[in-house]
């Protein structure tokens, strides 16, 4: 029997509508043999396009629809919902997916007419086979399975075991914690992370909705939503963790020793070892594969020393089936493998290290208890150099993606690093700064001002040769940059947070101050403008240079570069902003002549756009919009200067 099919088309704004002749589509459709009703509404999915759906159902009392519209996924429950109201069955309602398979895929409008008309006939022709089905209900296993034991499986587990559900909480290392039980702290808010994440292992290994399974893989899943079947392998459980004391007798007369795993192989462990002291299951952990011989038994002092007998050579592995309702998967990250940057020195080098190493040495639970030293000889660096990007956004060599995560991690390192070493200076390498998220870019900015450490932009970074990193356009070696004031470099704006206040411009500074403002120069002679000081009197400001005047012209993008070049280069420059010190205020000043040098003080403070400035320098008046450079005069000579003179007017 032949079903009364009416046939709908949307509009969808432009969407459908710029690339598809609607109306003739609907027009084709309405003289279908199998079609009794057709019409065309620009915005289907609104409700009064809903409404007339439903009324065409009762009107024409129509056996089946068909709605050309945009995919299922979106709006197919929203007109199965039309049909129930309209007297149908659900399941005797369609969709002719016309705008993502068709709209969106053609530009020749006849040809996307074409073919919209023969989807949605063919829609039509679905729906005349289709049989109405009632929803069945089937019993669900109401437990679940996390897979992964760091931070994203440990709260997922306590929070569906406070919902009052069964969890499994499977992970394959000895101990739950992942990754984030190596780090120091966490970035923003710099909090330790054994302090967070401690309390959470002992709250899982507490609760009686919770079973822990380590040492555990899954090896397969089989099954359907609801009622799943995991078959699990439990490596053998040499040491009973319910006898076990951790009294460490074990691990002391153990001969062999191997890498380990929690620091990254910066130390070495025991055959038989806990993997850290606040490790869930409290226990100890025998290595099967870093033991001297099991099958048959070579040493045995561990068994021999073992008071409570707790250790059993002869434990088996063990393989089960268990059905769970539903699967999280909570596997964490691995980092990329080094192997395939050796451009970088890895493994030729003992002192480059992956961002897990320098936490380890970072941690007060560390190989160094929270001193930052050296692999090589054991002393505390006082240069050290942060490479960003390695690995990633590179899709001829390595990963096409940004992992979005290392700059706010290098910028936490950058911060430790300073912390831990005061007189240190951090050099950071990188392409973008992406700190995307709550309070991460304050975190950047408040660390870059704070911490003063070196943010070099460059993409072309070759790589690390006999212990200098090479760039491309300059090499950065450990006598380059060391009494001069530090400079952040980043995208064209220049920052100087000085150190120290020389009382003349010597050589090196003028090479710091050249190469921080040579990315914001319009011609290449700039570097050559600093290498001596200019001795030509500066021309008198005009009459009309008053105060605004002077502001606004600097707040021209446009002139800053030239503003910016003009006024390093010669002492005095009448478009920057000069202030004079007078009665502990620093007040804005027109310059008729040059002043006196040695008899009062000028400060120079030049303003650039949309850049943030570091607290202590931020005026009142453009607190968001400015950066700074600040130039003293002193003999005649320019001088970076670091005095607190931006929180004043």
Request: charged letters at 25%.
């Amino acid at each position: 029997m032949t079903r009364r099919t009416g046939v709908f088309v949307c509009h969808c704004g432009t969407n459908i509508a710029a690339t598809v002749d609607v109306k003739k589509v609907a027009e084709e459709m309405a003289g279908d043999k199998d079609v009794v009703y057709s019409k065309d509404y620009v915005y289907m999915c609104s409700d009064p396009g809903q409404q007339a759906v439903i009324n065409a159902v009762k009107e024409h009392q129509l056996d089946s629809l068909v709605i050309s519209c945009c995919s299922p996924t979106l709006h197919e429950k929203t007109f199965r919902d039309c049909s129930t109201e309209g007297g149908l069955n659900p399941f005797q309602c369609e969709i002719a997916n016309i705008r993502e398979q068709c709209a969106w895929v053609h530009k020749d409008k006849a040809v996307a007419t074409d073919k919209a008309i023969k989807i949605t006939r063919g829609a039509v022709r679905r729906a005349q086979g289709d049989d109405s089905l009632t929803p069945i209900g089937v019993p669900v296993t109401r437990k679940v399975m996390v897979i992964g034991g760091g931070i994203a499986g440990i709260q997922a587990s306590l929070d569906m075991a406070n919902a009052g559900l069964d969890v499994i909480l499977v992970e394959k290392l000895p101990t739950i914690g992942g990754h984030m039980i190596q780090l120091s702290e966490t970035f923003p808010t710099l909090d330790c992370s054994q302090c967070i994440l401690s309390p959470k292992m002992v709250e899982v290994s507490k609760n009686p909705k919770i079973t822990l399974m380590t040492d555990t893989e899954v090896k397969g899943i089989s099954g359907f939503v609801g009622n799943f079947k995991v078959k699990t392998h439990t490596k053998a459980q040499f040491v009973d963790p319910e006898l076990c004391k951790i009294c460490d007798d074990c691990s002391q007369v153990c001969p062999t020793v191997t890498a380990n795993e929690y620091d990254l192989g910066l130390t070495g462990r025991r055959a038989i070892f806990m993997p850290f002291a606040q490790a869930i299951p409290a226990t100890y952990t025998l290595d099967e594969s870093a033991c001297l011989g099991l099958n048959p038994v070579v040493c045995g002092k561990c068994a021999d020393v073992c008071e409570a007998q707790a250790i059993n050579y002869d434990v088996k592995p063990k393989t089960q089936e268990i059905d769970v309702g539903a699967i999280v998967l909570a596997t964490g990250f691995d980092l990329y493998d080094k192997e395939n940057m050796g451009e970088y020195g890895r493994g030729k080098y003992p002192d480059v290290l992956d961002g897990l190493q320098f936490e380890r040495l970072c941690s007060a639970s560390g190989p160094t208890e929270g001193h930052i030293l050296r692999p090589s000889d054991q002393k505390e660096p006082k240069e050290i150099v942060f490479i960003q990007c390695s690995g990633s956004r590179d899709p001829e060599q390595h990963c096409a993606y940004c992992s979005k995560i290392c700059c706010m991690y290098t910028a936490k390192h950058a911060s430790l690093y300073k912390h831990h070493v005061p007189d240190g200076q951090a050099y950071i390498f990188y392409i973008d700064i992406r700190s995307g998220g709550k309070g991460y870019e304050e975190f950047v900015q408040r660390t870059m001002e704070r911490d003063g450490f070196c943010q070099q932009r460059e993409p072309a970074l070759r790589g690390i040769v006999g212990g200098e990193i090479g760039a491309a356009d300059q090499t950065i070696d450990r006598g380059n940059i060391d009494d001069g004031p530090p400079f952040f470099r980043s995208s064209g704006n220049a920052y100087l947070q000085p150190r120290k206040a020389p009382s003349r411009l010597t050589e090196r500074t003028r090479r710091h101050v050249a190469r921080s403002v040579s990315s914001m120069l319009p011609t290449a002679a700039m570097p050559a403008a600093l290498t001596r000081p200019s001795r030509r009197p500066c021309r008198r400001p005009t009459s009309a240079m008053t105060r605004r005047q002077s502001s606004s012209a600097l707040t021209s993008r446009a002139s800053i570069p030239g503003a910016l070049a003009r006024s390093v280069a010669r002492p005095f420059h009448p478009r920057a902003l000069w202030l004079r010190r007078r009665q502990n205020r620093w007040r804005p000043q027109r310059i008729a002549r040059r002043p006196a040098p040695k008899k009062s003080l000028w400060v120079a403070l030049l303003r650039v756009p949309n850049v943030r400035p570091p607290k202590k320098f931020r005026t009142t008046r453009e607190p968001y919009a400015i950066s700074w450079v600040l130039f003293e005069n002193q003999a005649g000579n320019l001088a970076p200067k670091g005095r607190g003179v931006g929180s004043q007017r």
